[in-house]
């Protein structure tokens, strides 16, 4: 046989060897793509079940006590502390007085600030109201301004209450602000005070998943929360007893709670009901994706076009850009965070 006519039979098998590396080539490329820009992979089987009925973990490191509240029963029997008791009131009762049918205006969504800060504001690292006198006013990253504890109550109630504020000079601001103080009373002037705001909570070396979030939110949330999230109201309607986590009646996206790291460390210290920081009833993992499938859901959208006004200091988890990294706004809600906080010599932090 002529050599040329050996190279004309080997044609077909060297055009299918190519076909093949081409295939790999393509399958390469696609994997690499839907990598780097597709949806997060589905969990692994069982994933979302295991961790979903995973027990407590036992009770973490936090054996320090968390100073006291004053003794409500101390409140004076004075003009005084008819508007400290009126402002407790007003913390724990909020929807019944400010609320869609409230008995003094109309101006939020039904909810009490008790629904976050729990205990009228006294639980530790439950949003804990004890060191509020003794470090505001103070600069808040966030508007970029001095904030007194005035602003820092009409921001709760703008945001996680999705309403609108009382005046400053008004019978009820008077009171909150009378009630916040009369709290700290005990505690020096720029001291902070081991119990408030959120407990630390070490980053997952991984994205916080929706997905595996769903079946946490089954298992541990939604018999007080319900089933989509709606929330248990009072018998009289007044308010909830157990408050909406997503949908109209919830906090809106410019809420700190909307912040995945602050929803997680929230619960890790203080839900299911019951559980405290230093008897947790939920473990990391659990905390970080419950907070992810919560903040994953519709709720009420509020335009800050003011907020963080140097992009520099916004925290790693804030979920809006734009970013001073080249981190994507996914990346920026739901992680890894890691590797966004090494990317900046001095991390932001939230104030």
């Known amino acids: 046989m002529k050599p040329t006519d050996e190279r004309v039979q080997q044609l077909p098998h060297l055009a299918r060897l190519l076909m093949v590396l081409t295939a790999a080539v393509v399958l390469v490329i696609v994997v690499v793509v839907t990598q780097l820009y597709g949806p997060p992979a589905a969990p692994a089987p069982g994933a979302e079940e295991d961790e979903a009925t995973q027990g407590p973990p036992p009770a973490g490191s936090y054996h320090r006590p968390v100073p006291p509240a004053p003794d409500t029963a101390t409140i004076p029997r004075t003009a005084a502390g008819r508007q400290i008791r009126y402002g407790r009131e007003l913390i724990a009762h909020t929807a019944q007085y400010l609320g869609p049918q409230g008995s003094v205006a109309h101006l939020t969504n039904g909810m009490n600030c008790q629904n976050c800060h729990l205990q009228a504001g006294t639980q530790g690292f439950a949003n804990n109201y004890l060191a509020v006198a003794s470090t505001y006013p103070k600069m808040r990253a966030r508007s970029g301004t001095v904030v007194g504890i005035e602003q820092r109550v009409a921001d709760c109630m703008e945001r996680s209450l999705n309403g609108r504020a009382v005046p400053d000079s008004s019978r009820e601001m008077r ?47 939604q018999s007080c929360h ?81 907020d963080w006004p140097d992009i520099r200091k916004k925290p790693v988890d804030h979920p809006f850009g734009p970013y001073a990294d080249a981190f994507s706004e996914k990346q920026h809600k739901y992680g890894p965070y890691q590797p966004i906080e090494d990317a900046h010599p001095q991390p932001a932090k939230a104030q």
């Open 175 to 221: 009171a909150i602000v009378a009630y916040i103080k009369w709290l700290g009373k005990d505690i020096p002037k720029g001291k902070k005070v081991y119990g408030t705001g959120f407990m630390k909570l070490a980053y997952l070396d991984r994205a916080a998943d929706p997905v595996i979030g769903q079946a946490v939110f089954a298992a541990k949330c």
């Open 226 to 306: 319900g089933p989509a999230g709606q929330g248990q109201p009072l018998a009289d309607n007044s308010g909830y007893q157990y408050p909406p986590l997503w949908g109209p009646a919830s906090y809106n996206d410019g809420a700190g709670l909307f912040r995945v790291s602050n929803f997680a460390k929230y619960v890790k210290a203080a839900m299911p009901f019951g559980a405290t920081f230093d008897h947790p009833q939920l473990t990391n993992k659990q905390a970080w994706d419950v907070a992810a499938f919560v903040n994953s859901q519709p709720r009420p959208h509020l335009a800050t076009p003011r």
